[in-house]
């Protein structure tokens, strides 16, 4: 293992986790494809995208921010074990909070975000320590250091939106401790406090928070230091890298109070955000042409096909954005492409992506890296079948299409074609990540030469 | 007595069986080792990597202190990592570019 890097099973539990999660939901939609052809303020809806967000999305980020942090920003991670409380927490507050969204139980949507916001907690403080330890801060360390506020934030403001959905007993009435009664007065008050907003705008601001602040600027910050590494380039304009970073959060700071407050600013702040994007691209376009390393890999290939959903959902955001645009039923479901995209689009494509990359390195390195210079080992790439990575592209890039198309028109049928699709091209990650795994419980060793005549027979 | 003593092609065909395993090819080829120092029984190599930060750091130089005390006729290795000067792919064999991807310089 490398030396800054955490043992292997605690991000690849991370990720295995988030791959059930992902097949689970998934699976969901399939099953249930008007969850995508409606209007997306109801029970399912909010309890499959928490699944997507917190089970899938948070969870494999999490355990490759446990491995990638300190790696690509060379320091150590503050605490392994404080990451292995921080799991248990996850994985109850998660599944709590699904199964509570969607039996529409509010008050313990509350408790199992409280669990899951400790674990957060923790999370952030361990990811925070680390920082701390930075040797050379640069552009990737401010990107991550700014998802960490975002993250926080958004899970304050989840909590306090199911806070302002509970009906909480009068604190008179309640025969307890004082303490106790001081708590669920406050909690009241924040209810009172949050009823002054509109329930899907402040939804809706969460969720930018979360997708812009926390997903959307990792995926800016990391891919500043991992592109240039699997591609053998590097950065060609710090300038241009500062830039974007600072734009995407001037625009989310804006985007998140205009959309709650519904103003018709909200067009202003998205079209920053949107230029924080094309700064972005910029330069990620002249990291690729910088790059020694001319073939693209197909994890490369699904990053950038991810980043380039982008432009669509950028239209989207601007059409939404537009100042007295008509509230009908077809604008509802182009919020849920907007949704959809650049979720499932966007990050889950991303990830996808970079999974190629870190679980063939978690499991070389768990089975391989003692080996290394003793027999041969195998390369990254033999771990998996790229046959079956490139079938899964292809078939994620046709549900993609398929599915947004029928979200449009709310055609179930098509939903669960599109949807298909999708878990299909998942099966495909799950088959290769299989592969990848079999190599940690059987690693693939041949002997070597030692002998200096044996060797120079081979030269 | 080894019939066959130690030299540096010895020791650099000893050394394509260490891999980078990003790129899938050897180190020698990869153009990774920039000198190579017979003393005796001691061999002492001078190396890089492709950037610095590589994930892979310990493990490739844990790699080739191993490869090269599995050599017949090794009692002692040290294996130096370097960043100047900076790796460049116009360092790598024609071999390396063929089997990594990277174009010509």
Redesign the interface.
């Known amino acids: 293992m490398g030396v800054n890097a955490p043992s292997v099973r605690l991000p690849l539990t991370f990720v295995l986790t988030g791959l059930v999660a992902l097949l689970t939901g998934m699976s969901w939609l399939v099953i249930r494809p008007a969850i995508l052809a409606e209007y997306h303020y109801n029970q399912y809806v909010i309890a499959t995208t928490h699944l997507f967000v917190l089970g899938w999305i948070c969870s494999v980020v999490m355990g490759a921010m446990y491995q990638l942090v300190p790696v690509a920003l060379e320091t150590k991670l503050y605490s392994e074990k404080l990451a292995g409380w921080q799991f248990a927490f996850h994985v109850v507050g998660f599944i709590g909070m699904v199964w509570m969204f969607r039996v529409w139980n509010m008050k313990q949507v509350g408790h199992f975000g409280c669990v899951f916001a400790t674990g957060v907690g923790l999370f952030v403080y361990n990811i925070a320590r680390t920082l701390r330890r930075v040797p050379k801060w640069n552009v990737t360390a401010t990107a991550v250091t700014a998802a960490l506020c975002w993250f926080s934030l958004t899970v304050t403001a989840g909590l306090f939106i199911a806070i302002g959905k509970c009906s909480y007993e009068t604190s008179e009435g309640l025969a307890t401790a004082e303490g106790v009664r001081t708590l669920v007065g406050g909690l009241r008050q924040l209810a009172g406090f949050m009823s002054h907003f509109d329930a899907i705008s402040a939804m809706h601001a969460h969720a930018h928070l979360g997708g812009v602040g926390f997903f959307t600027m990792l995926i800016v910050g990391v891919s500043y230091k991992l592109i240039p590494m699997f591609a053998l380039s590097e950065i060609q304009s710090t300038r241009r890298a500062v830039w974007s970073v600072a734009l995407l959060n001037v625009g989310l700071a804006g985007s998140f109070v205009t959309i709650l407050l519904r103003s018709p600013w909200k067009l202003a702040f998205a079209l920053v955000v949107i230029a924080a994007l094309v700064v972005y691209g910029i330069e990620l376009a002249a990291i690729l042409r910088a790059r020694k390393r001319r073939v693209v890999d197909w994890g490369i290939k699904y990053f950038l096909t991810a980043v380039g959903l982008y432009a669509p959902v950028s239209v989207l955001a601007v059409v939404l954005a537009w100042p007295g645009l008509p509230l009908n039923p077809f604008t509802g479901q182009l919020e849920n492409v907007y949704g959809f995209l650049g979720l499932i689009g966007v990050v889950s494509f991303a990830i996808m992506g970079m999974l190629y990359k870190i679980v063939p390195f978690l499991v070389w390195f768990g089975s391989y890296s003692r080996q290394i210079g003793r027999a041969q080992v195998p390369a990254l790439a033999d771990l998996y079948s790229a046959k079956l990575q490139a079938a899964g592209y292809w078939s994620y890039l046709a549900g993609l299409i398929v599915t947004s198309s029928a979200i449009m028109f709310s055609s179930e049928a098509f939903v669960r074609c599109g949807c298909a699709l999708l878990a299909s091209s998942i099966s495909t990650l799950v088959i290769n990540v299989g592969m990848m795994l079999s190599h940690y419980i059987r690693p693939c060793l041949k002997p070597l030469s030692t002998s200096p005549s044996a060797i120079l027979k081979t030269a | 007595m ?5 030299d540096e ?2 020791i650099l ?2 050394l394509r ?3 980078d ?5 050897n180190i020698v080829d990869l153009g990774l080792v920039y000198n190579v120092a017979i003393l005796g029984t001691k061999v002492s190599v001078v190396m890089t990597l ?11 130089r ?7 005390l ?4 090794v009692d002692d290795a040290e294996v130096e990592v370097v960043w100047d000067p900076p790796w ?2 116009s360092m790598m064999t024609e071999f390396g570019r063929n089997a ?4 010509s310089f």
Not at chain 2, 21 to 25: A, Q, R, V
């Open positions: 080894n019939p066959h003593p130690l092609a010895t065909q000893t069986q260490v891999i395993p990003e790129l899938g090819c492709t950037t610095p930060g590589c994930p892979m750091h310990e493990s490739i844990w790699g080739v202190n191993n490869a090269l599995n050599l017949e006729g460049h792919p990594t991807g990277v174009g």
